[in-house]
């Protein structure tokens, strides 16, 4: 690379694909991956590309080119910035009325639910506590967080937990009964049965078989 490729006539128009890829775990469930569309378009009203996109590229272009020190930090942290604003993009597109977890995010109240859970996920919460942290009534939070999420905030609390601890077994230094700690589990026993329920082998078979 680069290589070129010409199709049609011989006319003066032409186009500079710059291609990468950023790789995270799908399984055993991946709220943003599921509910992001095969193809997005990032632009802004005009068309262009958004003002830092446009940079990110640019920089990730030069420092692929230099191969420089470091070089593979630095690509992997703009692949990180790129998607990030990508995905701010396509959520502020989305038509106001469109449900899913990335509408969830947008919602002050089911967004912030969700930021709560996400950074404490080992806090024992209840609906109560979610509710009263977001300031709405118990009832509501949870029809408004079902309707968006499409499941209780409680089902979404568990799922997220066993994402993260799929990604911890693996490690073959960091034991399972650490691991149900660091996610809010008060015994080995009661995440090694929550995380075959959900994801369908116990803890130690999914380490063993290393699933990404």
């Known amino acids: 690379m680069p290589f070129s490729i010409k199709l049609g006539g011989d006319g003066p128009v ?10 995270c775990d799908a399984q055993p469930y991946n ?15 005009r068309g262009g590309q958004t003002p830092w996109l446009g940079q990110f590229i ?8 230099d191969q420089r020190a470091g070089g593979e930090t630095v690509l992997a942290k703009l692949s990180e910035l790129m998607f ?33 859970m996400h950074a404490s996920p080992a806090r024992d919460w209840t609906i109560e506590a979610l509710a009263k942290d977001v300031a709405l009534s118990r009832s509501v939070l949870a029809e408004r967080f079902a309707d968006l999420v499409g499941m209780p905030p409680m089902t979404y ?40 329920k959900m994801v369908g082998v116990p803890p ?3 380490r063993r078989r290393g699933v990404v």
């Open 14 to 23: 032409s186009a500079r694909l710059v291609c990468g890829f950023l790789a």
């Open 31 to 45: 709220p943003l991956l599921d509910n992001l569309p095969p193809v997005i378009t990032a632009g802004d009203a």
């Open 58 to 65: 640019r920089l990730a272009t030069m420092e692929s080119a």
């Open 84 to 116: 990030i604003e990508v995905v701010r993009r396509h959520l502020e597109t989305l038509p106001p009325d469109r449900a899913g977890w990335l509408a969830g995010l947008r919602d002050p109240f089911v967004g912030k639910a969700l930021s709560l």
């Open 157 to 196: 609390l568990a799922r997220w937990r066993m994402q993260i601890a799929s990604g911890l077994p693996r490690d073959g230094t960091t034991n399972i009964a650490t691991v149900a700690a660091e996610i809010g589990y008060g015994s080995e026993a009661a995440f090694s049965r929550a995380f075959k």
């Open 204 to 206: 130690s078979a999914w």
